[in-house]
């Protein structure tokens, strides 16, 4: 094959590279893991200044860009010769590079879950040797905030299984054989943040709250006498009409457009009860529709 066509066909049909990075702990080897999974190789721990080698090896049987096959490549803090700065000029070269197509995902994580994953697997912070988890944890997101910023692709993975990281990363970053539209539901607390990923956000602190009823409190909106509690308010059935019939109309048009990932996050003051129980119901209304829907309860067993 002459080189002209060779050039040609890289143009037409660009090797994709994905950059796997985010905060140490935050789920790197799971995310390479499902990434292999969904069709890609998975490198990890790969030194910046060989990855032109890896994805432009000598013509062989084995190159890349022969079969086509999407590359993910895992670095962080960790990483021999890591450094922002040369992350970034690798980054333009890679881009600049004909037949590479290059994408950057950055893993996150809430501080109190990584110091609860270090605490677990009593590994060290590889910037903390000798001091708390928590400085090395700090100066970490202070060294990757730039990083953070510039990526195409930012996932909080507080809380997640491997299975739900699989299905936000297929929607992101599938290899293109997937047509549906995945939809990942989350419940959680106004007190703790929005989740990072969300591309629909619903409110549902006006609901009566089970809170005040000792009987409740201790119960989540899993449970029968919280959603009776929950339906018996008077605004619950129009409001949950309202969000369905919001929601119905758009779902085939986010499939037209080729999204092929939505994350409807339902908050309320604490994550326990209402937002539980309206995600649990939304979730069940997906599914009935044909959708691929993933739930996730993301703070009702934090405190």
């Known amino acids: 094959m002459n080189a002209s066509k060779t050039e040609k066909e890289d143009r037409e049909n660009p090797l994709r590279v994905l950059l796997v990075t985010g905060m140490s702990g935050a789920g790197k080897t799971s995310a390479l893991k499902a990434l292999e999974d969904l069709g890609y190789e998975a490198v990890d721990n790969v030194p910046l200044s060989l990855i032109g080698s890896l994805i432009s090896p000598a013509p062989s049987e084995l190159d890349p860009r022969k079969f086509r ?30 037949g590479v197509e290059v994408g950057t995902v950055f893993l ?82 106004f007190k703790r943040g929005l989740p990072r990923q969300a591309d629909l956000v619903f409110d549902v602190r006006f609901l009566a709250n089970p809170h005040y009823n000792p009987d409740l409190r201790p119960l989540s909106g899993r449970d029968g006498a919280v959603a009776d509690f929950i339906t018996g308010d008077s605004g619950y059935g129009c409001f949950f009409d309202g969000l369905t019939g919001l929601l119905f109309p758009l779902l085939p048009r986010y499939t037209a457009e080729g999204k092929s990932y939505l994350t409807i996050a339902v908050g309320c003051t604490g994550g326990r009860h209402r937002s539980v129980f309206v995600a649990e119901q939304l979730a069940a209304w997906l599914e009935k529709q044909g959708q691929g829907v993933h739930l996730h309860h993301r703070d009702l067993n934090r405190t």
């Open 108 to 189: 996150d994580c809430d501080d109190d879950e990584l110091r609860r994953r270090y605490a677990e697997t009593r590994h060290r912070h590889p910037l903390a040797i000798d001091r708390p988890v928590s400085d090395g944890i700090a100066h970490e997101r202070r060294l990757l905030e730039s990083l953070r910023d510039r990526a195409d692709v930012v996932l909080d993975t507080t809380g997640l299984s491997p299975g739900a990281l699989k299905g936000i990363l297929k929607g992101h970053v599938g290899t293109g054989t997937e047509t549906e539209l995945t939809i990942f539901v989350v419940s959680f607390s």
């Open 69 to 98: 096959r999407p590359i993910a490549i895992g670095i962080d803090i960790r990483t021999r010769d890591f450094g922002v700065t040369p992350f970034f000029k690798k980054l333009e070269h890679l881009v600049e590079e004909s």
